[in-house]
T-cell receptor, first 113, second 115 residues
Framework: RKEVEQDPGPFNVPEGATVAFNCTYS??????FFWYRQDCRKEPKLLMS???SGNEDGRFTAQLNRASQYISLLIRDSKLSDSATYLC??????????????FGRGTSLIVHP | GAGVSQSPSNKVTEKGKDVELRCDPI?????LYWYRQRLGQGLEFLIY????????KSGLPSDRFSAERTGESVSTLTIQRTQQEDSAVYLC?????????????FGPGTRLTVL
């Protein structure tokens, strides 16, 4: 089982739709969580950090559920420019081991007119 | 200010040759990371450097891979005796070290093609 799992999609939605992605992680030593966005043939860029209390940035809402070991990303009022791959990142501090930033494979979102 | 830069942007090499990839982090960033991304795949963590601490090399896929960093500046990733399966985009990122809660800033990557 992979440490961080995401549904690869693609999620194909019309403009204005609301779409949600989940990301599950298996290591309970996971301590910090992020969503990055990666456009085709470009480098990843931070979208938002994910806090235990949940956080919102405009049309984007991220939530963390430690008990069930998943994080989520909700995008409201989708824009064409939201089309990208969304990467879930979990930073793991295993007991006695070194810090390991772990990326999911990403979820592809396609927003169409 | 200047972001993370990587060179070369593209590298085509023949199987069996050695290659060296370079990363210039953002000035002042103490942490530097290397990742590999094969076509259509996620990012595979290779190694990170934090300050002057010895890096954890356990993520490197084989002993053909090595990485060095000079202080808190430039890093090089060297792949010896390249194989076709080494073909990928190699991404470097840097961050201000905040114990794993920090944002990583990525460079544009080096696209390596092994013929």
């Amino acid at each position: 089982r992979k440490e961080v799992e995401q549904d690869p999609g693609p999620f194909n939605v019309p403009e204005g739709a609301t779409v949600a992605f989940n990301c599950t992680y298996s290591n309970s030593a996971s301590q910090s969580f992020f969503w990055y966005r990666q456009d085709c043939r470009k480098e990843p860029k931070l979208l938002m950090s994910v806090y235990s209390s949940g956080n919102e940035d405009g049309r984007f809402t991220a939530q963390l559920n430690r008990a069930s070991q998943y994080i989520s990303l909700l995008i409201r009022d989708s824009k064409l420019s939201d089309s990208a791959t969304y990467l879930c990142v979990v930073n793991i501090w295993p007991s006695g081991g070194s810090y390991i930033p772990t990326f999911g494979r990403g979820t592809s979102l396609i927003v169409h007119p | 200010g200047a972001g993370v830069s990587q060179s070369p942007s593209n590298k085509v090499t023949e199987k069996g040759k050695d290659v060296e990839l370079r990363c210039d982090p953002i000035s002042g960033h103490t942490a530097l990371y290397w990742y590999r991304q094969r076509l259509g795949q996620g990012l595979e963590f290779l190694i990170y450097f934090q300050g002057n601490s010895a890096p954890d090399k356990s993520g490197l896929p084989s002993d053909r891979f090595s990485a060095e960093r000079t202080g808190e500046s430039v890093s090089t990733l060297t792949i010896q005796r390249t194989q076709q399966e080494d073909s990928a985009v190699y991404l470097c990122a840097s961050s201000l070290w905040r114990g794993g809660t920090d944002t990583q800033y990525f460079g544009p990557g080096t696209r390596l093609t092994v013929l």
